[in-house]
């Protein structure tokens, strides 16, 4: 049998034409999958569940707060002592005494004693008067387990950040003097001089007190 040129190029057109459109509805047809621009997804994807929700980003603990360290033990807190009343200092007033009369017999306290509570490095001060002609002893002393106990005299001037210390001990240990024996603490000038009396408790903690002593 022979066919005609024209109808072998007709078939062969209607063949080409099914083809194409059998491509394009695959390529369309939800029920490949295949939507226009689709990209192949990677190996291991797992389609999503219906009703799958994206998870909330991790919360971020905020870092701890920074703690100051305590204070180590016998830490020095410079700065003034609790003031105590003198009854408080009863149990060194009988050594403050004793450490006069050994360095300036018949001395006789000025005032009353400064006594105090005290932590390391902290210091008290109480005005005094000296008197010219007179000899004077100033005595520290100070109750377990105060360690380290200071006194010194301070010039009062009127020029604001200017104190020069006038006398200090040499002692170490719980109890101090100014003006042992035979060198008692005098003022030279023929008025009366006001300087500061100053304790200070340099190493332990307690109760400790201070007397200025005159002759």
Known sequence: MQFSKGLIVSVAGVALASTVLGCKKK?????????????QPPPGYQQPQPGYQQPPPAATQPPPAATQPPPAAGACTPGPAQPADPAAGQV????????????????KPVGSALTGNFQPCQTLE???????????????AGAPPVTEVNVKLVGVLPLPGSAPVM????????????????????????????????????AGSGI????????
Do not use: F, H, T, W
């Not at 390529?27 to 990209?39: E, F, I, N, R, S």
């Open 208 to 215: 400790a007190a201070a007397q200025l002593y005159e002759k």
């Open 92 to 107: 060194v007033q009988p050594v403050l005494g004793q450490i006069a009369n050994q360095e300036l017999p018949g001395s």
């Open 167 to 202: 006398a200090q001990d040499s002692d170490q240990g719980v109890q101090a003097v100014i003006g042992r024996k035979p060198n008692c603490y005098k003022n030279a000038l023929p008025v009366p001089v006001p300087v500061k009396m100053v304790l200070e408790v340099a």
């Open 27 to 39: 390529d369309q047809d939800p029920q490949y999958g295949y939507q226009p621009g689709y990209q």
């Open 126 to 140: 109480a005005q005094v008067n000296l008197q010219p002609g007179k000899c004077y002893v100033v005595v520290g």
